[in-house]
């Protein structure tokens, strides 16, 4: 079955500076690759997602990037801000298909 | 809407009791899902079923089982509670079909078992 692993496990930034948490999967059939983002105490919520056919995906100080060759997405943070500081998952499934497989998690730390 | 709700939130149990989890959903999905989130490990998939009368095991089912009888309920049962059952647990929802994808989450239930 597939295998996400995310690095790192927690990153710490100051405010304003960016932050980037890769992820590699181990199956190439996967074709999506979303970003969820757990704040303490709360339930997971998807921020953004990528599909296979586009290299790169921007929502304003969030983006991800993909690499099929390989086999590895990340997500890029700008311009970072405390309500930032977050659990975050990354996941790849194959679109189409009902499971998600997640990472372990990255824990952010935005210091002011 | 709702969305995805979950009950109990919290509960204690000693082991080798039962219990049933109900995680309800308004947004007519056809996916369910149950996870389980434990600290460093992120989110395991327990069961999950593809529409009504469906189940099918996840990454972890062991000592779990699930039942879909109704379209916008999942239940997650525990039928002898274990000490390595202590966890967070997640039921999530999505619509299922080729442009629908997202999973949404409902709130967690924390369950410890003694």
């Known amino acids: 079955g597939e295998n996400v692993e995310q690095h790192p496990s927690t990153l710490s930034v100051q405010e304003g500076d960016s932050a980037v948490i890769k992820c590699t999967y181990s199956?190439?059939?996967?074709?999506?690759f979303p970003w969820y983002k757990q704040e303490l105490g709360k339930r997971p919520q998807l921020i953004i997602d990528?599909?296979?056919?586009?290299g790169e995906k921007k929502d304003q100080r969030i983006a991800v990037t993909l690499n099929k060759t390989a086999k590895h997405f990340s997500l890029h943070i700008t311009e970072t801000q405390p309500e930032d500081s977050a659990v975050y998952f990354c996941?790849?499934?194959?679109?189409?298909?009902?499971?998600?497989?997640f990472g372990k998690g990255t824990m952010l730390l935005v210091s002011p | 809407n709702a969305g995805v709700t979950q009950t109990p939130k919290f509960r204690v149990l000693k082991t080798g009791q039962s219990m049933t989890l109900l995680c309800a959903q308004d947004?007519?999905?056809?996916?369910m899902y149950w996870y389980r989130q434990d600290p460093g490990m992120g989110l395991r998939l327990i069961h999950y079923s593809v529409g009504e009368g469906t189940t099918a095991k996840g990454e972890v089912p062991d000592g779990y089982n699930v039942s879909r009888l109704k379209k916008q309920n999942f239940l997650l049962g525990l039928e002898s509670a274990a000490p390595s059952q202590t966890s967070v647990y997640f039921c999530?929802?999505?619509?299922?079909?080729?442009?629908?994808?997202?999973?949404?989450f409902g709130p967690g239930t924390r369950l410890t078992v003694t």
């Open positions: 947004m007519n999905h056809e996916y």
């Open positions: 996941a790849a499934s194959i679109a189409g298909y009902s499971t998600l497989t």
């Open positions: 999530a929802s999505t619509e299922g079909g080729i442009n629908s994808y997202e999973q949404y």
């Open positions: 990528i599909r296979s056919n586009v």
């Open positions: 199956d190439s059939a996967s074709n999506y």
